[in-house]
């Protein structure tokens, strides 16, 4: 590109697009095949016992590695930790759109669990939450091996 017709000139941002694939990992991969079947798993660290939800390959609490020999089924009952209530989200161009309901979003401790996961809430109106109470997961009718697969967490 010696020459000022070899340069290509560009009024505003060029288009780029950019295909990406990456692994979730195997234990990843197993809680989502999990979800498929309605099935809702953690992982119990075989040193500590500390039980984490969505599986991780170390121990956040003692960092001791762990596997799919590790893994476990939960109810799929928790606690309602914390919750947030949204009234916008974003549109897919960087930019916030005003919802026309509001969306429900807990920190939810699963029994038998000792980290949270944060998810959908329904069947349940803002005024009517609570930390503390009861929750339980409900499926999608039709369940892909997706996180999509839990519809939400309702009292």
Not at 5 to 23: E, M, Q, R, T
Not at 114 to 121: E, G, Q, V
Request: aromatic fraction near 8%.
């Amino acid at each position: 590109m010696n020459k000022e017709a070899d340069v290509l000139k560009v009024d505003g941002l060029p288009i780029v697009s950019a295909n990406f694939c990456w692994s979730v990992g195997v234990l990843m991969e197993k809680f989502l095949k999990a979800l498929g079947s309605k099935k809702f798993m953690a992982i119990k660290c075989p040193k500590c016992g500390y039980i984490c939800v969505p599986p991780r390959s170390r121990c956040v609490r003692c960092n001791t590695k762990m596997g799919e020999k590790d893994l476990i089924e939960l109810s799929g009952k928790g606690t309602l930790v914390s919750y947030t209530v949204a009234h916008v989200e974003l549109d897919g161009k960087a930019n916030f759109k005003d919802l026309e309901k509001p969306k429900l979003i807990g920190a939810i401790k699963p029994d038998d669990a000792d980290s949270t996961i944060f998810m959908p809430l329904g069947e349940v109106e803002p005024k009517d939450l609570k930390t503390g109470m009861k929750v339980s997961l409900q499926w999608n009718k039709d369940t892909k091996g997706e996180l999509t697969d839990i519809k939400y967490f309702k009292p």
